[in-house]
């Protein structure tokens, strides 16, 4: 069974400072990894989609890199500003999953101190 | 524009009665999909429906129905047999199998 991991939990930075999370998950047999932001009480905004055959995608101050041999997935974001706060979600597509089924992580629940 | 509609944002459930949530979608879109979210679990896929007329168990679909009448739209029903209901409901979609996803705003439903 597939299981999404993200560590740390929480994360508090000063503005400015480079944010770097992560995402690793325990079966490489995927079709696409994505990325989520969510504000509290509100839906998920997708960020980055990566397909299995791709390496990193790229959006402003986001990049997103994926090793599936690893099974590993890191969300950087350049220059962290106050409203990058928010939970970010990594969820992985399962090829040995019925239907389109995306295995979410915990989240990591980050803070951007002015 | 686009998007994903998901009515109410907020819901009151008395026990033992029933009540509905609404997804509604103008991305023509074919797949769409039930996530469940709780404190400290993460989100669950409670129903997938990958074509008018057809849906699928999730993970977590007992005392939930869902029905799939028009390719916009994916009603999800928590029933009286659904135990312990409070949590945020999400509905997603993706244009087909193995695409991205779209996300609704999300409906939090409570028990009184």
């Known amino acids: 069974k597939q299981e999404v991991t993200q560590i740390p939990a929480a994360l508090s930075v000063p503005e400015g400072e480079n944010l770097v999370l992560n995402c690793s998950f325990t079966d490489s047999a995927i079709y696409n990894l994505q990325w989520f932001r969510q504000d509290p009480g509100k839906g998920l905004t997708s960020l980055l989609l990566i397909q299995s055959s791709q390496r990193e995608q790229t959006s402003g101050r986001l990049n997103a890199s994926l090793d599936k041999s690893s099974g590993r997935s890191t969300l950087y974001i350049a220059a962290s500003q106050p409203g990058d706060s928010a939970t970010y979600l990594c969820a992985v597509g399962d090829i040995k999953a019925a239907g389109n089924k995306l295995t979410f992580g915990g989240g990591t629940r980050v803070l951007v101190k002015p | 524009d686009g998007g994903i509609t998901q009515s109410p944002k907020y819901l009151f459930r008395k026990e033992g009665q029933n009540v509905t949530l609404s997804c509604e979608q103008n991305?023509?879109?074919?797949?769409m999909y039930w996530y469940r979210q709780d404190p400290g679990q993460g989100l669950r896929l409670i129903y997938y429906?990958?074509?008018?007329?057809?849906?699928q168990k999730g993970d977590i679909a007992e005392g939930y129905s869902v029905s799939r009448e028009k390719k916009e739209s994916f009603p999800l029903t928590v029933t009286s047999a659904q135990k312990n209901p409070t949590a945020f409901y999400l509905c997603?979609?993706?244009?087909?199998?193995?695409?991205?996803?779209?996300f609704g705003s999300g409906t939090r439903l409570t028990v009184v």
């Open positions: 997603a979609s993706s244009i087909e199998s193995r695409a991205g996803y779209t």
């Open positions: 429906s990958q074509i008018v007329n057809d849906f």
């Open positions: 991305l023509n879109h074919d797949a």
